[in-house]
Each structure stands twice: as structure tokens, then as C-alpha cells.
């Protein structure tokens, strides 16, 4: 089917709302595909934390430095490639509670905390 003895090369031709395709550019000064894709991959790594969780960390005086971040990342990764959902991260001398999926931090522990404490509704523990 032709429309104004063209070839129909979209939907939006039959119904009237054909936009112009957007120009990308192929090469200049925008990041090359790699770079933009590393940094989206650097992303989904962060971890986030909760606000219970940042009152905790806040309130047990528990410092995390950009090292115990990174270690934190690499045992969520861990958990997740095992398929586990919420897990307890045992690291020096505090604990965190992680979602998982949502590479959340629920709640965090220092070392007075974890002494004759139950963990409930996690599905596995990383120690690092």
C-alpha cells in the first residue's frame, strides 16, 4: 500500500503524525557508546539507603568510607548473582541489612547491635 505513491514505512504515515527522525551524531565531541554505557553500569551499582537506615548509621556512629562502600556493592553483587533478596552484609564490625532488588540498605548495625541478635526476613548473609 502506497500513500501519495510512497512506500509506508511507519504507522505514524498512515495516520498522520510522522515526526522527522532525530539526527545523532555518529562521531564529535559526545561520549563514544562504552563510556556512556561503563557509567550506566557504575550507576546501577550504587546502592541507596534508606531513611531508617541513615538515621541508623547516623545514631550508631558507624563510618563509611568510600572503601566499605565499594565492599558493600561487591557483596550485594555476590547476593545477587545467588538470587538472594534480602541479605545480611556482616563487614568488620557492623552489619547491614540490603534489599537486594532495590540495592537498598534497610537498616544497619554496629558492633553492640549485632551481640544476641536475631535476623529475620533475609534469605542469605555475606561476610567480607
Do not use: C, W, Y
Amino acid at each position: 500500500m502506497n500513500i501519495n505513491n510512497r512506500p509506508i514505512q511507519s504507522i505514524h504515515q498512515v495516520v498522520g503524525t510522522a515526526k522527522p527522525a532525530a539526527k545523532v551524531p555518529i562521531s564529535g565531541k559526545g561520549e563514544d557508546f562504552s563510556s556512556i554505557l561503563s557509567q550506566k553500569l557504575n550507576e546501577s551499582r550504587d546502592i541507596k539507603i534508606s531513611k531508617h537506615a541513615a538515621m541508623r548509621i547516623e545514631s550508631r556512629n558507624i563510618e563509611l568510607d568510600s572503601s566499605r562502600v565499594e565492599r558493600l556493592k561487591n557483596a550485594v553483587d555476590k547476593a545477587s548473582t545467588k538470587g538472594v533478596r534480602d541479605t545480611l552484609v556482616v563487614m568488620d564490625d557492623m552489619a547491614f541489612v540490603v534489599n537486594v532488588n532495590a540495592r537498598t540498605v534497610i537498616t544497619a548495625l554496629n558492633q553492640n547491635e549485632l551481640k544476641d541478635n536475631v535476623f529475620t526476613h533475609i534469605d542469605g548473609a555475606v561476610f567480607t
